[in-house]
């Protein structure tokens, strides 16, 4: 940390000098205009905005699979609108893999390939995505996928089962359009100006939103053990209805709570969603000792269904510390 003492020129305006090392990395000099973004009592400096994409090239050498698909994902969340992917040469199986990967992401396109290269350009600006939307429907369709997993395994319909897994992509998707905006505006003030929203309510969303994605990972987990079991009795079906409609309460309640405007509802909100989770854990043990009645692959399968629907409940949780944070006065 450097400091500078403030200083009046011309009786009325106040001046600051800037750190030679910072002014020389970023390319600014004498007659370079720069940018000063306000935030509370806060006042950040950055070089004046450049209209240029950023551009960002990786080498995949010896990368397929999921590695390839990680490789491509980290750079788009990382920020970069221009992704050049080299290689000496790409095979057929690295270019299926990365046109996959390209289609999880919102945005992304393939706008050149060659034998040694192939090329993605995020096409949406940042500016013209909406956290806020993109957080709301994250909510709706992660808890619909849950309520829906449970369905599927009581009613052993694997469609449904089958149609939970693939809105889990939708659910992803949405993840990592969140993550790449959030590291944005990490990364550049002006971005936060951009979308509308102070950096730390971006942080709250971000925060909230990976809690939303791990519930659709375990309404697909649900999903899947709906493939394997083929009937459940009646008595268990009901503690798992129970059980779901409870689990689910707490990340409704604290996402009503994030989303929320006025501090005071936002904070009730939030505590109620708090105060919904210990009884989870009560009738979870209920419906554990129903399910330990059953044979020993069947009631192991059930029990990671509880898990899952428990877990769910301590994410909403999780939710509602970040709308506490969200609703908390500012220091």
Sequence with gaps: METRKVQVT???TYTVSLPK????????SAGSVVEFHAESDSLLLSPKESNERTEGTLDVSGLEGDQLTRAVMTMY???FDIITLETPRVEAKQRRTIRQATQGLVGLEVIEETSERVVLQDLLDSSELSVHNAITRMRLV????????VDALVENDDDLANDVMERDDDVDRLWYMISRVFRTVLRDPTAASHIGLPRVTCFDYQSSARQLERIADHATK?????????????????????L???ALAVPETAMDALLEDDPDEATRLANEARSQIRPIDDRARE??????????????????VVDSLSRTADYGGNIAESALQKAAPRP
């Excluded at 992660?142 to 997993?149: C, Q």
């Excluded at 899947?224 to 009937?231: G, K, S, T």
């Design 10 to 12: 011309g009786g009325s």
């Design 21 to 28: 090392d910072w002014a020389t990395e970023n390319d600014v």
């Design 77 to 79: 969340v990382s920020g």
């Design 142 to 149: 992660a808890l619909t996928m849950l309520s829906d997993a």
């Design 222 to 242: 649900i999903a899947e053990f709906a493939l394997e079991i083929d009937e459940i009795d009646d008595d268990i079906a009901d503690g798992l209805y129970e």
């Design 244 to 246: 779901r409609e409870d």
């Design 287 to 304: 419906v554990d000792d129903r399910i330990h009645q059953m044979d020993s692959q069947t009631a192991q399968v059930l029990g990671l």
